[in-house]
């Protein structure tokens, strides 16, 4: 049966994310019968197209809620804590790609998207962090194969995973390098092009980052493994777009690569590469609807170590896809 179309607003339209979700609305003909985009003051008055229309991009401050059934929240956490609760009373599902709200059900598809059935209505759902979302679709279908103990993390996040102003600054530190002018940092502290920081954002008083903690609560709780062991390290890289992470799955078992290689292949949202070839965020991952998986070997010396090379574009796959695959669920059970 085909899912009644609904009134839909996004809030944060005009931003990477944003524009992302947008497109994949028409892309994947989601029933939408009005779609309402919505942004700060700043940015209200400018047009993002939707299914061959110019629609006008209004201001969040002044909407009314109970014209629609979902909300996507793709823009900052203070505006999710601010306008959520107020499309939760007026009736609406909220799917909030922020991690600010509490209580908020993490959802990935491919890995727990049985859980829709669980939800109260109308439903409050986290799109998980970019890096979640490609972790827990690649790790979700081991869970059966291996007696996981502990996953270490090296996460290398493209600029864009904080938004159009840090791929803008890349682009300008690039361009000044390049032209052998002096460079001046504005978004960044220091200089991130052809850079490495390892550190992406503040770090709290243990050392470890917001961007860090909530990639490892989200991990957890999509898995299902509250006492999961994750030790993660984010990398700030000079790349535009496409997430990567070395990963290193520890097991108390021995692992069976041949067991996990099946298992892998045969997973929704994955591309297996070919032993001996590997993926990058360019050249593979960029534009592109899966996490791509290669350098499946064990660890060094230890069959009960996993070791892994994800790749995924994180705006596409790992924000606005993931939010609106959850959103497809989702309908399929309101009432």
């Known amino acids: 049966m085909t899912p009644k179309a609904l009134d839909v607003a996004v809030i944060g339209a005009t931003g990477t994310v944003g524009?992302?979700?947008?497109?994949?609305?028409?892309?994947?003909?989601?029933?939408?019968?009005?779609?309402?985009?919505?942004?700060s003051m700043e940015s209200a008055g400018?047009?993002?197209?939707?299914?061959?229309?110019?629609?006008?991009?209004?201001?969040?401050?002044?909407?009314?809620?109970?014209?629609?059934?979902?909300?996507?929240?793709?823009?900052?956490?203070?505006?999710?804590r601010s306008f959520a609760p107020k499309a939760i009373a007026a009736g609406c599902a909220v799917i909030d790609l922020s991690g600010a709200l509490d209580g908020a059900t993490a959802l990935v598809p491919e890995a727990n998207g049985e859980r829709i059935t669980e939800l109260a209505q109308p439903a409050l759902i986290t799109s998980p962090s970019a890096g979640a979302v490609a972790l827990a679709v690649a790790l979700a279908?081991?869970?059966?194969?291996?007696?996981?103990?502990?996953v270490q993390v090296n996460a290398c996040l493209a600029v864009s995973e904080q938004g159009r102003e840090a791929v803008s600054e890349l682009a300008r530190q690039t361009a000044e390098l390049l032209n052998a002018r002096p460079l001046e940092p504005r978004f960044f502290d220091r200089q991130v092009a052809f850079n490495l920081l390892p550190q992406v954002g503040t770090p709290d008083e243990q050392g470890h980052t917001n961007v860090e903690r909530r990639l490892v609560n989200e991990l957890r709780q999509v898995l299902d493994l509250p006492q999961l062991k994750i030790s993660v390290t984010c990398i700030q890289v000079p790349v535009f777009f496409g997430d990567s992470f070395s990963v290193a799955v520890q097991s108390r078992n021995p692992v069976d690569l041949v067991a996990v290689n099946a298992a892998l292949e045969a997973a929704d949202g994955i591309e297996l590469v070919e032993p001996g070839d590997y993926p990058t965020p360019v050249g593979d991952a960029v534009g592109q609807d899966v996490v791509y998986v290669g350098r499946v070997r064990h660890g060094v010396d230890e069959d009960q170590q996993l070791n892994l090379w994800l790749t995924t574009d994180n705006v596409r796959k790992g924000a606005a896809l993931n939010a609106v695959q959850a959103a497809q669920l989702l309908i399929k059970h309101m009432a």
Do not use: C, W, Y
């Open 141 to 150: 279908p081991l869970k059966g194969l291996l007696d996981i103990e502990r």
């Open 46 to 80: 400018s047009s993002v197209m939707f299914a061959g229309k110019k629609l006008k991009v209004r201001e969040v401050d002044n909407f009314d809620f109970s014209q629609v059934r979902l909300v996507f929240f793709a823009a900052s956490p203070a505006v999710s």
């Open 19 to 39: 524009e992302s979700l947008v497109q994949i609305l028409e892309e994947v003909a989601f029933p939408v019968s009005t779609l309402h985009l919505l942004a």
